[in-house]
Each structure stands twice: as C-alpha cells, then as structure tokens.
C-alpha cells in the first residue's frame, strides 16, 4: 500500500516536471528578443541613455514576470563611436535602436549631408533626450578664447562616427577654417581627448555632449581647462539659419572652472530606431522609459528637466516610429 502511494506520486510528479519543461523549452525561446542600442563613450552621456534605457526595459521585464505582462526583451547598450556611427549601424540592421544628435538625425532623414551621414529614409525617431550644447574645451594655459585662436593650435577634432566630428567640420566650414590651419587636427575619441588635454599633448578640443557629464570634468576640474563662448556672427547665422541648432548657456558652476556662464549653440541627444524594427518591441522600449521616467531622470544630472511633452516634440526630424506613436496616444500625448 505504502508503496504504491509513492509510486504513484513519483508518477504524479514526473508528469509535472515533464509538463514544466516542455513550458519552458516551448515558452523561453520564442519569447525572449535581443535589442541593442549604439550610444557613445563611456564618459560621455549617450552611454548613460542606452544604458538607462536597458535598464527600464529589465525592470518591465522583472516586473512584468511576477504580473504576467511579459515582453522577453533583453537589452544591451555597448560604448560606440557616436551619433553618425549609430544612424549607420541602425540603417544597417546591426543596431535595433541608438542616440544621435537632432541635426544628423535630420541629415540622415533628408538626405542632406551624405558625405557625412548615412542617407537613411527609414529612420525613425522614438523621443528626444537632453541638450546638447557644442563646446570648445581649451587647456588651462592655452590662451585660446575664440575660434580664431585655435589657428596654429593642436585640436582634436574627434573620431570619425561622432557627432561632434560632424558638427565641427560645420563650424570649420562656417568659418571657412581648413584643417592645415591648426598645427594638427587630431581625430582622438571622447574618451581619449580629455587625457590628452590634461597631459599637454592637444590645445583643445570640440565636443557635443550634456551638462554636466564626466568627460568634460576630467579636465576642466582635473587640470584647469575651460569652455569658450561661441555666441559671434557665425555662430548667430548658423542657428537663425538650421532648424536644429539652438542657442545653450552653460551655467556658471557647472564645473570648478566655469567661473560665469558660457553661451554657445547646440542640438539635442534624440533617441532614434529603424521603420524595420518592429511596432510591438518599439512600443513596449518606448513603454519601459516613460512609465519609470522618474528612476530614469535620476541616473544622470544631464537627465533632470526630461519633460515628456518636450520629449516627444522637439528636435524630432524623423517621424515617430509607429510603436511610440502608439504609446504616447494611450497617454492622451498625442
Ligand atoms: N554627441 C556625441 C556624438 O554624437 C556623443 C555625446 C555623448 O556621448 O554623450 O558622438
């Protein structure tokens, strides 16, 4: 008797340990989706963005396990070269997602700067993030205070890939600046540039990036460096003239060196996808962000005034792809 009672538990319990992984073999595979998204250096904020992105996703994900509103999406955010770097790599079907700046998202949407963008019509925007003031970084004894002064100087003009590659060959050619007028242009990446200011090896360099971020820090609170203004002519007929530029001011005491504001022009990080990606892992991206939007603004200072009525409006020159579209008018946003 006793024996037949465990065996028929044993039987009872076999069936369900079958059932429970013929569950999971079936379940598990077909549900899980792999996403990445391009960002920056690891210094600068992009890298900040995808990650907090990835990071709102896995909690849904975690959340969504116990609730049972599941979407099996994992994410991952690895350091890449830039904004024009990422629009290619989506274009390309090797990124599902990546951040870029609001005038390459225009470039590469309308086709108006191929030489230095991917021409990519199916680009998609999802929101736009923080802004992005363009700064001329200048070492502590440089005595560099315009853009003229960089004539004969060492400046890093960054990686090709990065955005502000892009946007200081803009203001090269505004000022009619060739790269044989600086002693050397040099064509390090965001991680690299601040070092190499710092150890007297460049003048100066061009970032486009948020305030504050960590990049910018190493040297201005590490060696003394400074961030010009560029508010003259060329700069007020670049930002009359392009949609996507706009005139920032850096605070006085954002970092130790910035002793009054600094006014310069700039675009704005914007977070962009592919028309081929599909509406259901767009929608339930876009989703993760938005319902945890607090947790996001806390992961970085550069994140603190994300409004969503301006996320979903400004500096968007690619339509909203479908899936976000969808969420944001579940919110009434739209
Ligand atoms: N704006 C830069 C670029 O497009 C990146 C800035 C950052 O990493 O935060 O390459």
């Given at each position: 008797m006793t024996k037949k009672l465990t065996y028929s538990i044993l039987a009872v319990a076999l069936v369900a340990v079958v059932v429970v992984a013929v569950f999971f073999i079936a379940e598990t595979p077909s549900k899980s989706r792999f996403i990445a998204i391009g960002t920056g250096g690891p210094t600068g904020v992009y890298f900040v963005v995808g990650n907090a992105v990835c990071r709102m996703v896995h909690k849904e994900a975690a959340e969504g396990r116990s609730s049972g509103r599941k979407h099996g999406i994992r994410c991952s955010a690895p350091s890449t070269g830039g904004s024009t770097y990422n629009i290619g790599?989506?274009?390309?079907?090797?990124?599902?997602?990546?951040?870029?700046?609001?005038?390459?998202?225009?470039?590469?949407?309308?086709?108006?700067?191929?030489?230095?963008?991917?021409?990519?019509?199916?680009?998609?925007?999802?929101?736009?993030?923080?802004?992005?003031p363009y700064q001329i970084i200048v070492g502590t004894d440089s005595g560099i205070e315009s853009w003229g002064d960089l004539k004969g100087k060492r400046f890093n003009i960054g990686n090709p890939g990065s955005g502000q590659r892009g946007t200081t060959e803009v203001l090269m050619d505004a000022y009619g600046t060739k790269a044989s007028d600086f002693a050397i242009a040099t064509e390090l990446t965001s991680t690299e540039q601040s070092k190499a200011l710092c150890d007297g090896k460049i003048d100066a360099y061009g970032y486009t990036v948020g305030v504050p971020n960590a990049g910018v820090s190493m040297a201005t609170d590490g060696c003394g460096a400074k961030i010009i203004n560029l508010k003259g002519d060329i700069e007020k007929r670049l930002v009359e003239s392009r949609s996507y530029y706009a005139f920032a001011t850096i605070p006085r005491g954002t970092y130790k060196t910035t002793d009054s504001d600094v006014t310069t022009f700039g675009v704005m990080a914007t977070f962009v996808t592919s028309a081929d990606v599909s509406e259901d892992v767009v929608y339930e991206v876009t989703r993760a962000v938005f319902e945890n939007l607090d947790d996001f603004r806390a992961l970085h200072p550069a994140f603190a005034n994300l409004d969503p009525k301006n996320m979903i409006r400004n500096a968007l020159s690619a339509p909203i792809h479908p899936g976000a579209a969808k969420y944001y008018k579940e919110k009434g946003w739209m």
């Open positions: 790599q989506i274009a390309e079907g090797e990124l599902d997602f990546g951040v870029a700046q609001s005038d390459w998202q225009y470039h590469a949407y309308n086709g108006t700067a191929p030489e230095k963008v991917t021409d990519f019509k199916k680009l998609r925007s999802v929101f736009s993030v923080h802004p992005e």
